[in-house]
């Protein structure tokens, strides 16, 4: 099984591409349409702004490809951005849309903290999540973003709060996706991105 | 649960080496970067500052030291960063150095006033679209003596984006201070790391025991 990374241009590619070789998985990043629709597994890596990610989409043409993979099930793992862009909108470019693939709208975290919501943070658990299994529920992982999804009932299967609740881990059908950054984050991340790697396998 | 605030251990390389001075000036050689950043990474290190400043040696300017520098001439290249890369990857450095009642912004390796007041300095930069300050104290580098906790506190309350503490740190205790009166959600050093006068395990053990919360498991 190899991952197909979903290459926009913008985003940390490479600290994604280290931790997988670290995993042992085969990986190759891509902007091709045609890739993505052929893939075995897909991994979309975000870091920067909501907007440059939605164009690159949308000038590449990888919207269409990348909501047809997975509607027919190709198992997905977005990180930061990658999950951010899974919902209808968001705040940070209320004119772009999002892939619309989830339910809610991404929104600013609340001024009364630092921001961006920089660093190592704890997520709590709501219900049995294949991503976290096997790591501690006082692991850490690292995040780096502003705007996040406040606590969508319906498909987090763990929270974080900064200010907020909001979803921290996404599990629903073959979508996953992450606010924090796995490949960032140690032990945990590694163990996580591992999970991933058996659930696609 | 809250976020942990973070240890940060600088690696101030000439491109081979990791260098340390002292106010700014004096290099001298603190080890191999690559054996460094495993040892921090062991050692629970929640992110490692990589500064290339092989250009001192070289009599021109560094990167970071031009950026600096365009970036006080002309505010707008911090927004142009923020938004290409998003406001979390544009950390914006100050030198800060005391000026009778107030903190100078310095540049060209702390030596040269740029005739900005470092708290407007820092409002201005936040409101650009910089995501993170990182806050040298140029009067407490490379003393030993403690971070300028006055100073970070007045930063960091004036802007809504983290601040990273540096220069002056040696004991632990100097880590509470900078935390607790600082304010600051980060504190950097170099030397006492890679002198392995303080482990960053034992340290943030210190921190815990003293309420300063801290990412522990790792």
Known sequence: MRVTIVDYGAGNVPSVERALERLGAESQRTPSPDDISKAEALLLPGVGHYAALVRALDEQNMRAALIGAIQRGVPFLGICLGLQVLYQSSEEAPQLGGLDLLPGTVCALPSNVKLPHMGWNQVAARRSSRLLDGIESSAYFYFAHSYAVRDSQEASAATCWHGATFAAVVEKHNIFAVQFHPEKSGDAGARLLQNFLKIAA | ?218
Not at chain 2, 180 to 191: F, N, T
């Open chain 2, 1 to 218: 649960m809250s976020l942990a605030h973070r240890i940060i251990p600088c690696l101030d390389t000439d491109g081979q080496r990791v260098v340390k001075g002292v106010n700014f000036v004096g290099l001298r050689d603190a080890g191999d970067p690559v054996a460094l950043a495993a040892r921090y990474n062991r050692e629970g290190a929640d992110e490692l500052v990589v500064l290339d400043i092989a250009a001192s040696r070289d009599r021109r300017p560094t990167f970071l030291e031009t950026i600096r520098r365009v970036a006080a001439e002309r505010p707008e290249l911090i927004s142009e960063l923020s938004l290409e890369f998003g406001a979390q990857a544009v950390v914006l450095a100050i030198d800060a150095k005391r000026a009778g009642g107030h903190w100078d912004v310095m540049v060209r390796g702390g030596r040269e006033s740029a005739s900005l007041d470092a708290i407007e300095w820092a409002k201005k930069g936040v409101q650009f679209g910089a995501g993170e300050i990182l806050l040298t104290s140029v009067d407490r580098d490379g003393t030993q003596m403690g971070f300028d906790t006055t100073l970070t506190s007045a930063i960091s309350r004036a802007v809504s984006v983290p601040v990273i503490a540096s220069g002056g740190a040696k004991l632990p205790q100097h880590f509470v201070d900078v935390f607790k009166e600082g304010a600051a959600d980060a504190a950097l050093a170099a030397s006492i790391f890679h002198d392995g006068v303080q482990s960053i395990r034992t340290l943030k053990e210190f921190l815990a025991a003293r309420g300063v919360e801290v990412r522990l498991s790792c």
